[in-house]
């Protein structure tokens, strides 16, 4: 096809949507016929039309508003990209229009061109990684996951590529926006809306309009999701969110699955074992309920150090031991704790064996001298200083609800006064709790809404409804015959994503 002249090009991409907008917004159908016409058309230009200059200078991406001519715009993006005629350097032109659109785009226009979409993600991220930048694509990426749903709800491929850009950058908390918030669904796989909805429709939750169809994911598979989990689980040990990486690592124990424990499932184990430690100073009795007792029986079979090491860090606690057992068993464990990249988590048990002897002093004590306090915890029985410093640090942390009553300038005559529940730098006042509840019971509350969608999807199925005729059926079989539907419900219960 020769090269359209610009003039006649330019109102053809300029053709939708309107703008400005007409009094009345355009119905769903309308909607959806004009921007698939436009699609067409844009798949009928070739590259080099795209990419071609305009008058007065620039190219067509100067022209374009992203925010308004999402199609065209990210059509041009694409054509630059392919024509490769000089590397991509980030921070240079190329690149801050491509950032810009992932922070400008339509959200409903894009849900028409999933494939396009996915390849400018792609872009991002493989330029970031062969500048040896990975920092410069995890904003830009975010941006495009919450700016096309911002309730980020439903797990895309995209987002494994984010959190493991993060991981990569060392950019932990630049992650959390999108993984604080809780995934409910996958894309939908069925070929059309139950209610009938098209892509532009307003939808109850974002599994309405990523789906199969609309490709705005690449295909998942079930080691996505465990990495998924076990990276986030990752961003969070960085940041030391204990209770959030305890979640996600749980979430990979508990995954289902028809074989042995995956490698992943034991490297979350053994994670698991040390943020438990330096969550809650102790390590669980058995896994969570829901795992599998073939992996619980794997995992556990490959954690034995792990476990050995919680074993000495809770019975010293118990004991009141110093911390040289402790120490010995890691410096023994060394190897093993290097090569599976735990190495610096372990170095942290050492830090919170002492934080936890010096807060389980609060089971005894009411008060008690800074002198005791250093001669069972420091490692210098006779550096007060230190451990008033020490201790200092943990009621500023709120790791620990005491004050110190400084009767001198000696560290030596203070004492360590424990406060209670009610008392003490970690008491809450009742606007504190309420805000708590009402928190809660907004979580509690997002949690139901997406339970009802489900079950809502899930009585439009067809495997449901074939179900139901065929329990239909078994209800009316005469007396004798066998009616438990147990072995036939419409779906295999560990078959729930095929496990790769």
Not at 279 to 302: C, D, W, Y
Not at 356 to 376: C, G, H, K, M, N
Request: proline share 7%; hydrophobic share 40%.
């Amino acid at each position: 096809m020769a090269p359209r002249d610009i003039e006649y090009l330019l109102p053809q991409l300029l053709s939708f949507p309107p703008h400005p907008p007409p009094p009345l917004p355009l119905s769903d159908q309308v909607y959806d016929k004009e921007i698939k016409t436009l699609r067409l058309v844009l798949n009928e230009i070739p590259g080099n039309a795209l990419t071609g200059g305009v008058p007065n200078g620039g190219d067509l991406l100067d022209i374009l508003d992203p925010s308004i001519n999402t199609l065209p715009y990210l059509y041009v993006l694409l054509a630059h990209i392919h024509a490769g005629k000089q590397k991509v350097i980030i921070g240079e032109s190329l690149w801050q229009k491509t950032s810009n659109f992932l922070e400008r785009f339509d959200p409903v226009q894009v849900r028409y061109v999933g494939v396009e979409f996915r390849r400018i993600i792609l872009f991002m991220r493989d330029t970031a990684l062969v500048s040896n930048r990975p920092i410069a694509a995890v904003r830009p990426i975010r941006s495009a996951i919450l700016r096309l749903d911002p309730s980020s709800s439903c797990f895309t491929s995209t987002h494994l590529i984010f959190v493991r850009l993060c991981l990569q950058a060392s950019t932990f908390r630049a992650a959390k926006p999108v993984i604080d918030k809780d995934l409910y669904e996958f894309p939908s796989v069925a070929k059309t809306h139950p209610s009938g909805q098209l892509p532009c429709s307003q939808h109850d939750t974002s599994s309405g309009f990523i789906t199969d169809q609309t490709e705005l994911s690449g295909s998942l598979s079930y080691r996505d999701v465990l990495q998924y989990f076990f990276y986030g689980a990752m961003v969070y040990m960085a940041l030391r969110e204990w209770n959030r990486a305890l979640l996600f690592l749980e979430i990979v124990l508990t995954a289902p699955t028809k074989s042995n424990a995956s490698q992943i499932q034991v490297e979350a184990y053994k994670k698991w074992v040390l943020a438990n430690l330096l969550a809650r100073g102790e390590v669980p009795g058995a896994l969570p309920k829901t795992t599998s007792p073939q992996v619980a029986k794997n995992v556990r079979a490959l954690g034995r150090p792990y476990e050995a090491l919680g074993e000495i860090f809770k019975d010293g606690l118990a004991k009141e031991q110093d911390v040289r057992r402790l120490n010995a068993e890691i410096h023994t464990g060394h190897p093993q704790w290097l090569e599976d990249h735990n190495l610096s988590l372990v170095l942290q048990v050492l830090d919170a064996y002492r934080q936890f002897s010096i807060a389980r002093l609060e089971l005894t004590y009411a008060a008690l001298p800074l002198l005791i306090v250093t001669q069972r915890t420091s490692r210098d029985p006779e550096d007060h200083a230190e451990t008033a410093q020490y201790v200092a640090m943990m009621i500023s942390k709120g790791q620990l609800n005491a004050a110190l009553d400084k009767r001198s300038q000696d560290p030596q005559s203070w004492i360590l006064r424990f406060a209670t529940s009610s008392t003490g730098p970690q008491a809450r006042s009742e606007q504190e709790q309420y805000e708590e509840l009402v928190e809660q019971a907004s979580r509690t509350a997002k949690l139901a809404d997406h339970v009802r969608e489900t079950d809502r999807k899930l009585s439009l199925s067809k495997e449901y409804i074939n179900w139901m005729k065929q329990a239909k059926n078994e209800s009316n079989a005469p007396q004798g015959e066998d009616s438990s539907m147990s072995s036939r419900l419409p779906f295999d219960e560990e078959d729930i994503m095929g496990d790769g």
